[in-house]
């Protein structure tokens, strides 16, 4: 640690002690080729026999002193020197009195290789990157490359397949340094086998854009997976074909390519063990990428009703029939020219029995339901994308064509209050837009882009409920047979726009100026069809035909500092929006304009080589949707009417963050501390009716504040003793939010706390074991009411790996799952075997599988969000019994 990081009482007594153990000291100081002073730079003072026998930094003025210990032969000693960007010096030590100075030398991108190399697990590190040796931390039992990314220390993987390093979610995953996925990473580690990847290497500061690196800023964080040189030279699969009882199968065949030249990941997997293919295709970044250009994508309107998922490893509650078929194909034509075509089709059948009893906690009184539900679920999606990629020095391009078809069809036989009615649901969605950035380096070192991004997105949804469902509310009390609500929001959207950087030695200034358009309708229907099977307007409120239109100006300056102690980048952006909406149904014509200046800044500053503290400030305008001004009623789920009474809604948003992030690579320890606090002022806030089988919700024009404050921490070692990473985290929330239920005013405080500890540990070479705690504790409070609840949650993992003889392995895995609500205790208990048989003369390992061997059929489980509690009961799938031939092409 820095010498500045110390806390004072420990530079005390380190003084004390000096005094009495060094007889001689050696001084200097550390500049630059300027004359400029070196601070943090690392002095090593080494004997004749290369071993260090003292230590210091450089200070702020770039000055060292280094004690020499007693009874040193003043002939062998050697001043080393070493510090980020320049290049290493070391000198002779010829008499004490005289101050030993360093001049030192820029180094291009440059950090002496730090090694740490016996039987033990060793990291490398080069400037930005961190490299894992993937052989130190695997075992005969993992199989896929996502198996060994989940040990290593300082990264983190969630049940989504999110990566994280040290708490950082990361922005890409390439492959031999290509991006074939995208943000969809979870088919690479769901996919290639671990044995053909050589190292992980965790890449921060990542600036994939070459003509940009060292001139905009990048916080962002990626992995590559680096393929062993005889895995380029080969088709790479690994294959597996399984069948069990009662009636279960798994298939997975896939051929895999890495060549520099031609890289490759395809496959066929299908499976009704609750292994939701879905999961692959997965984009993590999606949200973030479609902020960036202020696309905000309408929502599904309708549901059949709100169905949580249970805190359960997804396999254990998921019946499904499901199968995908995936390619993703990357050609390098010339170097820095690639064409890719990533093409998927998915298809699933999901079922679900579901029981929930829930309580809505008011002033006064507490608002019940009983709901007991049998849902189907049935998805055909197709999507295909095609991308050109030129990424050079001086020129770079980039233009990806994305389209997807969608249709999802879902069914419910549902029982709520004794009331019993059939739901289906068919939302049929169909989509395309196209992403051209260019950029062209000039003469004088300036870089010109040119933007243009466009896309259309048509989601007509059906939602049938029958029989006589309501006719009080629906049909003036009179029988009939169907209940039909539709929903469609067709939107265009472009984003365009001219930008021109100008680098320097320290700063490169960047100004961009363009225009955004988006146009949608929202049509919607709640008709009733008779017993005659003619139909008719539920009301004259119930019908929707709003016109709506955005668009924007705008021009923003930034500046980014991108230095190697202190990286800076401010965004100064201008715009000027105006928004028009029309409803010749409710006489309603209104527009909006305003303009606004939402800045941003982020700093980055590097105290010491591994250590850095991070803060960013960003204010935002943010105006509401479409779907924040539609009059006419919508029943969004069988027991929720909404509509607004409101005007647009007008968001003032101020976001603070500041962390700090230590790394030490030698002794392979991390942690991390964030904390935010977030502001929302919003111009209207909900409201609703509810009662034991109906809510009505509407939008009304009053003020209404939300705050939040976030801590989150993350800590992970390696023990070289015992051969283990343990991991930790740990995270705070406090949310702060209003809203009027049944016309009472109620302020809201929901504190959400999670703890999460995990070990991976490597007995012997013949014995692994994991371990994974996770509590939670939920509480929520109002002044309004007295009332105040919780619910508490521990969540266990474990699992033994064993290899007792050679080409057998045995696996034990088991989950415990604690839920404690006052008056209402849950515990369950899972557990699964495996054992594999590696039959070398055919290359095939044949392996036994025993899912939830315990045979556990029913899960409760509990959740409290703000005033509304919920008790859920699920029915889950029971007993696997499961046979897989594996093999390798």
């Not at 520099?260 to 949200?287: C, E, F, R, T, W």
């Not at 409920?465 to 047979?481: D, H, R, S």
């Not at 709003?546 to 021009?555: E, F, H, M, Q």
């Not at 969004?636 to 230590?662: E, I, M, R, V």
């Amino acid at each position: 640690m820095s010498n500045h990081c110390k806390f004072a009482w420990l530079l005390a007594i380190g003084m004390i002690f000096s005094v009495a153990s060094f007889a001689q000291s050696i001084s200097g100081t550390v500049t630059d080729s300027l004359g400029k002073v070196v601070p943090y730079a690392n002095i090593n003072l080494k004997n004749g026999s290369n071993l260090v026998i003292a230590y210091a930094i450089s200070d702020s003025k770039g000055a060292y002193l280094l004690g020499v210990p007693a009874a040193t032969v003043k002939d062998t000693l050697r001043v080393e020197i070493s510090c980020v960007g320049f290049k290493k010096q070391s000198k002779t030590v010829t008499d004490f009195s005289a101050p030993v100075n360093f001049i030192l030398f820029p180094a291009v991108n440059q950090l002496k290789d730090v090694i740490v190399k016996d039987t033990r697990p060793w990291l490398r590190t080069r400037g930005d990157t961190l490299n894992y040796k993937v052989s130190d931390f695997s075992n005969p039992q993992d199989r896929v490359i996502g198996d060994i990314i989940k040990k290593l220390p300082g990264i983190s993987v969630a049940t989504d397949g999110t990566i994280s390093y040290n708490g950082k979610s990361i922005s890409n995953l390439y492959i031999g340094g290509d991006n074939l996925l995208d943000d969809k990473y979870n088919i690479a580690t769901n996919t290639i086998p671990q044995g053909v990847v050589d190292q992980v290497q965790v890449i921060q500061n990542d600036q994939p854009i070459k003509m940009l690196q060292n001139k905009i800023v990048s916080d962002d964080v990626a992995l590559n997976l680096t393929i062993k040189n005889g895995a380029k030279l080969q088709l790479v699969g690994q294959e597996s074909i399984g069948a069990g009882l009662p009636g279960n199968y798994d298939e997975d065949l896939n051929a895999m390519m890495f060549k520099d030249a031609y890289k490759a990941i395809n496959y066929l997997k299908g499976n009704n063990i609750g292994d939701d293919v879905a999961n692959d295709v997965i984009s993590h970044n999606l949200s973030d990428n479609l902020q960036k250009i202020d696309n905000n994508l309408p929502p599904t309107v309708l549901s059949l009703g709100s169905v949580p998922n249970p805190n359960l490893l997804q396999n254990r509650y998921l019946f499904n029939q499901s199968g995908i078929l995936n390619a993703n194909n990357l050609v390098n034509l010339k170097k820095g020219e690639q064409l890719r075509i990533n093409l998927y089709y998915l298809h699933d059948t999901q079922q679900q029995d579901y029981k929930e009893q829930t309580q809505i906690y008011l002033p006064g009184d507490t608002v019940k339901y009983t709901e007991t539900e049998k849902n189907k679920y049935q998805p055909d999606i197709l999507h295909g994308q095609f991308t050109l990629n030129i990424n050079k020095d001086k020129y770079y391009l980039d233009d990806k064509l994305i389209t997807d078809y969608s249709q999802k069809n879902y069914y419910s036989a549902l029982n709520t209050n004794g009331t019993a009615v059939n739901q289906t649901l068919n939302d049929n969605a169909m989509d395309f837009s196209n992403e051209l950035n260019y950029m062209q380096s000039l003469k004088s070192n300036s870089i010109v882009e040119v933007y243009s991004y466009i896309s259309h997105i048509s989601e007509p949804e059906n939602r049938i409920i029958e029989p006589n469902f309501n006719a009080g509310i629906f049909n003036n009390g009179t029988n009939y047979n169907q209940l039909a609500q539709t929903v469609n929001i067709p939107t265009w959207f472009t984003n365009n726009y001219l930008s021109f950087k100008i680098p320097s030695n320290y700063i490169t200034q960047s100004f961009k100026a363009g225009f955004l358009v988006q146009t949608q309708t929202l049509e919607s229907d709640l008709s009733a069809v008779q017993l005659n099977k003619s139909s008719t307007l539920v009301s004259d409120s119930s019908l929707n035909h709003l016109n709506w239109s955005r668009r924007k100006v705008y021009a923003e300056a930034a500046y980014d500092l991108p230095g190697k102690i202190l990286k800076i980048t401010l965004n100064l952006p201008l715009s000027l929006q105006q928004i028009n909406y029309a409803d010749s149904l409710y006489n309603l014509n209104k527009s909006l304009t305003r303009l606004y200046f939402n800045p941003r800044l982020f700093v980055k500053y590097q105290v010491a080589v591994e250590d850095y503290f991070s803060f960013l400030y960003n204010y935002r305008n943010d105006i509401g949707s479409i779907q924040d001004v539609y009059h006419g009623y919508i029943l969004t789920d069988y027991n929720t009417f909404y509509a607004n009474n409101a005007d647009l809604t007008q968001s003032k948003n101020q976001l603070a963050q500041f962390g700090f992030n230590h790394r030490k690579a030698l002794t392979l320890f991390f942690f991390s501390i964030n904390t935010s606090f977030n502001h929302i002022l919003d111009n209207n806030i909900s409201s609703g009716i509810i009662t034991d089988n109906f809510q009505q919700r509407i939008v009304l024009p009053f003020e209404n504040t939300t705050n939040s404050w976030t801590v989150n921490g993350f800590i992970s070692k390696y023990d070289f003793a015992l051969r283990t990473t343990f991991s930790g985290g740990v995270q705070w929330q406090s949310n702060c939010s209003n809203q009027i239920l049944n016309n009472t005013l109620l302020p809201y405080n929901t504190i959400a706390t999670t703890l999460t500890a995990s070990a991976e540990t490597k007995v012997s070479d013949y014995m692994t074991f994991s371990y994974k705690a996770y509590f939670s504790q939920t509480s929520s409070s109002s002044p309004v009411d007295a009332g105040s609840y919780s619910v508490k949650q521990l969540q266990q993992q474990a699992a033994i790996s064993y290899n007792p003889v050679e080409n057998v392995f045995f696996k034990l895995s088991a989950d415990d799952y604690l839920t404690y609500q006052p008056g209402n205790n849950l515990k369950y208990f899972f557990a699964d075997a495996s054992i594999k048989f590696h039959l070398n003369k055919l290359k095939t390992d044949v392996e036994l599988n025993a899912l939830n061997f315990l045979n556990v059929k029913n899960y409760s489980y509990l959740n409290l969000s703000a005033n509304t509690f919920t008790a859920s009961s699920y029915t889950l799938p029971g007993r696997i019994i499961l046979l897989k031939l594996l093999f390798n092409l």
